[in-house]
């Protein structure tokens, strides 16, 4: 997988998260705000772990269809029993790859490579 995917066993079903800039917009969607301001912000709507592992996987999930240009085949409700799921491992893994595919700083590999995983 690419430093912005990431493939979960929960409750038996795999779960496929891509964050790629679509995943980016729909965070900002389902925050009702720029997610880059938003993390920055005081008092910001990141106001519980819970809700936040739960909009990024709902992010991730949104663009891994996107990337696959496929029609989502669940809802928010079938996320938060997903996230509800989660151990606290697979919720650092999914916190990672979200941290590791959003950071600001490029290597010379992330730039002649990276162009693909975040379209």
Request: include cysteine.
């Given at each position: 997988m690419s430093k912005n995917t990431l493939q979960l066993e929960i409750g038996g079903k795999t779960v496929k998260i891509r964050f790629?800039?679509?995943a980016m917009e729909h965070l900002g969607q389902?925050?009702?705000?720029d997610p880059i301001s938003a993390t920055k912000a005081p008092g910001n709507v990141f106001t519980s772990e819970?809700?936040?592992?739960?909009?990024m996987v709902y992010a991730g999930m949104l663009g891994?269809?996107?990337h696959n240009d496929a029609t989502p085949d669940f809802t928010e409700n079938d996320v938060i029993s997903i996230v509800r799921k989660m151990d606290k491992e697979q919720a650092a893994e999914v916190t990672a790859v979200f941290e590791r595919s959003y950071a600001g700083k490029?290597?010379?590999t992330a730039s002649k490579e990276g162009?693909?995983?975040t379209q």
């Open positions: 790629n800039m679509g389902i925050i009702g705000q819970f809700e936040n592992l739960k909009n891994e269809c996107d490029k290597s010379d162009s693909q995983d």
